[in-house]
């Protein structure tokens, strides 16, 4: 079994003597979770697909560090992955040594902060029943989609909800097939918040986030398509990612990719939520197995693998 929901982690884990088999621990996982807003322009460049007023919020950087600062990942941790899951600030967990950055900025459970970020522009509850308004008047509500079906996902985007509320933010969360969330995301673009994740690319290097990172990119969720860079920060993570791909020096390459990990947690397109850790389970009948973090998991070195004697 590869990466075992959380919520049977700890009958796996007793379980093994009696079951003929091993609960392997991968470590923390290379795959991450993330709320992303609707940034999204029309082909003119200048016409958002989401609500005017609501474009106005999330494109503001301090609305976006000041949501990420309203969650509490510990809990989300303890709650949504039944423990089984540790917080993450940014597009490479601790799980990949060669590039994560322990430097890039934290978001750490602070609603107090939050809410003073959130007051600086101009959001207050203006009306003093609990829910803030922008400086125009408009209540602060949206809707966030994510794929019924996942029992995490699900779990976090109701904690998501319910933090937020904490703050004076209005959620509603909306759960839809995976078929119809995708063609909301890259064809309609009609949502306002979406909760999701990406899977490491195979090798786990930076150049293989193109199509996430490059302005242009098809996965670069929050804005798709764009065919030039909307902001500063986008061009210059467009140059950076141009370089990934030419350099073959790791020391320059790890600090060019360091760079954009930084720039990404201080804009906060993406705001991460916990990466859960990895498992595999399988038989005892089998010799030379050697579980990795990387796809295929258990069968990458298949032509070592035999089947025991009994």
Not at 251 to 280: C, G, H, N, S
Request: aromatic share 10%; with cysteine.
């Amino acid at each position: 079994m590869d990466n075992p929901r959380p919520g049977d982690f700890t009958r796996l884990e007793k379980g093994q003597q009696g079951g003929n088999y091993k609960l392997y621990d991968l470590g923390v996982s290379l795959n991450t979770n993330f709320l992303c807003f609707n940034q999204n322009l029309r082909k003119d460049l200048k016409t958002p697909y989401v609500d005017a007023v609501k474009y106005r919020w999330f494109s503001t950087p301090n609305f976006r560090r000041a949501m990420a600062l309203a969650l509490d990942q510990s809990k989300m941790g303890r709650l949504a992955f039944q423990g089984q899951a540790v917080p993450n600030w940014g597009p490479t967990t601790r799980g990949n040594r060669l590039w994560f950055d322990s430097q890039v900025k934290q978001y750490g459970y602070d609603p107090g902060r939050a809410r003073a970020l959130l007051a600086g522009e101009g959001f207050i509850d203006r009306n003093h029943d609990g829910w803030l308004e922008d400086a125009r008047g408009n209540r602060v509500q949206f809707s966030l989609i994510t794929n019924t079906g996942n029992t995490v996902r699900e779990a976090m985007a109701n904690l998501v909800k319910n933090d937020l509320k904490k703050i004076g933010v209005d959620v509603t969360v909306t759960l839809l097939d995976f078929g119809q969330l995708m063609n909301r995301l890259r064809e309609t673009r009609d949502f306002d918040c979406v909760l999701l994740g990406f899977q490491s690319g195979v090798p786990a290097d930076p150049a293989m986030g193109q199509n996430v990172w490059r302005s242009t990119g098809k996965y670069h969720q929050w804005c798709l398509d764009m065919p030039r860079p909307a902001t500063p920060w986008e061009a210059e993570i467009d140059s950076l990612m141009d370089q990934l791909v030419r350099i073959d020096d790791y020391a320059r390459r790890k600090r060019m990719w360091d760079r954009v990990q930084e720039i990404v947690t201080d804009q906060v397109p993406f705001i991460y939520l916990p990466t859960q850790k990895a498992y595999v389970v399988a038989r005892n009948s089998f010799g030379n197995l050697r579980p990795t973090l990387l796809p295929h998991r258990v069968l990458w070195n298949s032509e070592q693998i035999y089947v025991l004697k009994r």
